[in-house]
């Protein structure tokens, strides 16, 4: 009796991060892929001159909005082959909504409200076909597995119609 | 008799992205903050090419790594004026750890095992009033409230020990 082959496997996804900040609003951050394959950036942020910082980089949350479209994007191009279903180009809209509320001049508590993606997927692909590889998208996405559930909507554009997602 | 006079404000802040892909990893990505004070940046995204990509620009979760440390530092900054709490420069370090599982080549599906902080305050403050102001800090931090409910751990150095905050 043979026993059943397990093909489950598993790996593991480690950034690290040091940021620096001396003064007012800059933040010189620089962060870190390890292992075989490193690779480190320089990704600094500042606020803007409104909030009391200089402009110097992005702000940020600039970098976290680009990080939750681009990881789904990433996602969508990388099961695309894995799920043979053919994909040409693919755009995604995405409008991260936070909400503060403060007391007075007391630090100020923030929430989400809510994130939305709009997903336009080139491909001859069914409609099925479509849900089909942005629902293993979202599941592959780690940043979007990181929220908070049921903080990102999203939806899809099927012809000339957006249906959610 | 007078009405109380309600001093608590709320105050929204929206990013928003379009992200396009024309082949492979390369995501363009350019992120907006609208209003009196717009602002665009380009923040593409690729992966390095043991994963298949050209190596062009930094990875989503370099991004999403950077967002986070800078994100907490921004409100350590700004609420050591509100609070009263005088700081010299920090440092934050941050490690943000997922693993993915797949079983054969199926696309994998993702999860966030640890998010650690450790944040090093130059200051002659106390530790009570750091403490306090690191716990303003993560309760006003957009990207860590975005997250699931505790998955980010902070660590506080007081002298030459590090503490559980």
């Known amino acids: 009796m043979m026993a059943e082959t397990a093909t489950i496997s598993r790996f593991e996804v ?15 951050v620089k962060v870190h892929l390890r292992g075989p ?19 110097s980089a992005p702000y940020p949350l600039a970098y976290f909005t680009s990080a939750l479209t681009a990881c789904v994007m990433t996602q969508i191009r990388a099961f695309s082959k894995r799920l043979g279903i053919p994909v040409d180009g693919f755009t995604v809209k ?25 997903v336009d997927i080139e491909s001859d692909a069914s409609e099925a ?17 990181s929220l908070k559930p049921g903080l990102v909507r999203h939806r899809l554009k099927i012809g000339e119609r957006w249906v959610d997602a």
Request: net charge negative; glycine share 10%.
């Open 14 to 28: 480690i950034f690290d991060a040091e940021g620096v900040n001396r003064s007012k609003f800059r933040n010189d």
């Open 37 to 55: 394959y490193a690779v480190s950036y320089e990704l600094p942020t500042d606020e803007g001159g409104i909030h009391g910082g200089d402009g």
């Open 94 to 118: 995405t409008r991260c909504h936070w909400q503060a509320q403060q007391n007075g001049n007391a630090p100020y508590e923030s929430a989400p409200v809510a994130f939305t993606m709009d």
């Open 129 to 145: 076909d479509k849900r089909r590889l942005l629902a293993a998208a979202q599941k592959g996405c780690f940043v979007e597995q």
